[in-house]
């Protein structure tokens, strides 16, 4: 999408792009945690976690989100949603096939909606599940709003 010829479609993709990589970075901390990284902000994890790298990693790896972790991947989950909401309202003026384009904002939605049912559980098998495009759910979405040219 070049700017300069849809510059509403190209604030949508921005917003679309911000929203999966704050998704994929929430969904990826368990795993980078068995790693000793994180992604998470070191400023975030001192001030509002108050935990070390080395106690974050631990209490995930013990397969139990802390509550303080908790409330910043809450807190993360709301800007995402945030980033989607200015996509979806930029949505009225773009074309049908750049809102097709951005069908993929719905698999990260539908993992955010299963953090969110599991209290922001990172650790959950229900949230940690490789789900792709195979539940019946997702894929009726996709195809529901594929037809209707949303996202």
């Known amino acids: 999408i070049h700017a300069s010829d849809f510059p509403n479609a190209a604030k949508a ?6 929203f999966l990589g704050l998704t994929t970075m ?6 980078l ?6 992604y998470v902000p070191k400023k975030m994890l001192d001030e509002q976690i108050g935990f070390s790298p ?5 209490s995930l790896l013990s397969g139990k989100t802390p509550d303080p972790m908790k409330e ?4 993360m989950v709301a800007v995402a949603r945030q980033e989607l909401d200015q ?4 949505h009225s003026n773009v074309t049908r096939d750049t809102s097709l384009m951005l069908l993929s904002v719905l698999p990260a939605l539908h993992y955010i909606e299963r953090l969110q049912a599991n209290d922001y559980e990172l650790c959950s098998p ?16 996709l195809r529901w709003c594929a ?3 949303n996202f």
């Open 13 to 18: 993709a921005l917003h679309a792009g911000r």
């Open 26 to 31: 929430i969904r990826a901390t368990p795993f």
């Open 33 to 38: 945690a068995a790693r000793n990284q994180t």
């Open 54 to 58: 080395e106690e974050f990693y631990a």
């Open 72 to 75: 910043c991947i809450r807190e």
């Open 87 to 90: 996509a979806r309202e930029l």
């Open 126 to 141: 229900d949230v940690m599940q490789l789900t792709g495009f195979g539940p019946l759910k997702l894929r009726l979405r």
């Open 147 to 149: 037809w209707r040219g």
